[in-house]
């Protein structure tokens, strides 16, 4: 099976712009996990989507969004942007069975100037 | 409000010895407890899963223990090798559908 994908892989925007990533989830899964990850703060949890519907969310402000779409694919935009969310955001897919580990993508770095 | 500590300074070893590392938590009852490895610009790999009722669980060279009085995991990896360097999570769940809460992480450094 093809691993969790995402893209772009790198990216580069300035104060204000907003952005969008895109995350495939392991074949089968429907569960999509969105995390931000800084070196001071380490993983944060931003939302997960669950068959479209958005079923946890973490302490983001409302800049950051996401969907689900029904082939289990799912986006994260961040609107306004500001330097602080320079990052490395990570997307992880889990299946309904297993031991509800995670399976991540390789992330996408953001870095916001 | 819920925290998850993990000793965040580096921790260096000897190739060989085992590595042992912590994970505390206060104000969480997880249901689950989980160890990932993660690598310089990649995203974590899980390794082990150890449910509140288990109190040890072993892979290969991986062990875990779960001590929910203790409020603590130790992770343990025995002959430790330097392809075992890396950075190690820890993370809990409520179970249900709850998320993932994870731990900052510790840099381990296994020394030829």
């Known amino acids: 099976k093809a691993g969790v994908t995402q893209t772009p892989r790198y990216l580069i925007k300035t104060r204000g712009q907003q952005v969008t990533l895109s995350c495939s989830p392991i074949s089968g899964h429907r569960s999509v996990s969105w995390y931000q990850q800084t070196p001071g703060q380490g993983l944060q949890f931003l939302f997960e989507?669950?068959?479209?519907?958005?079923?946890n969310k973490g302490n983001f402000p409302g800049r950051f969004s996401g969907r689900q779409f029904s082939n289990s694919r799912s986006e994260m935009n961040v609107s306004t942007l500001e330097l602080g969310d320079s990052a490395l955001y990570l997307c992880?897919?889990?299946?309904?069975?297993?031991?509800?580990?995670?399976?991540f993508g390789p992330g996408t770095r953001l870095t916001v100037l | 409000s819920q925290k998850i500590e993990q000793n965040s300074e580096a921790l260096n070893i000897q190739e060989g010895k085992t590595a042992t590392l912590t994970c505390n938590y206060t104000n969480y009852s997880p249901a689950y407890l989980q160890w990932y490895r993660q690598d310089p610009g990649r995203g974590p790999v899980f390794l082990l899963l150890i449910r509140e009722n288990e109190k040890e669980k072993r892979k290969e060279r991986l062990k875990v223990t779960f001590d929910t009085t203790l409020k603590q995991s130790l992770f343990h990896i025995t002959a430790s090798q330097p392809a075992d360097s890396a950075t190690y999570l820890c993370a809990l769940e409520g179970g249900g559908y709850q998320k993932v809460t994870f731990g900052i992480g510790t840099k381990l450094q296994v020394i030829p």
């Open positions: 989507y669950f068959s479209e519907t958005q079923r």
């Open positions: 992880a897919s889990s299946g309904t069975g297993g031991e509800n580990e995670q399976f």
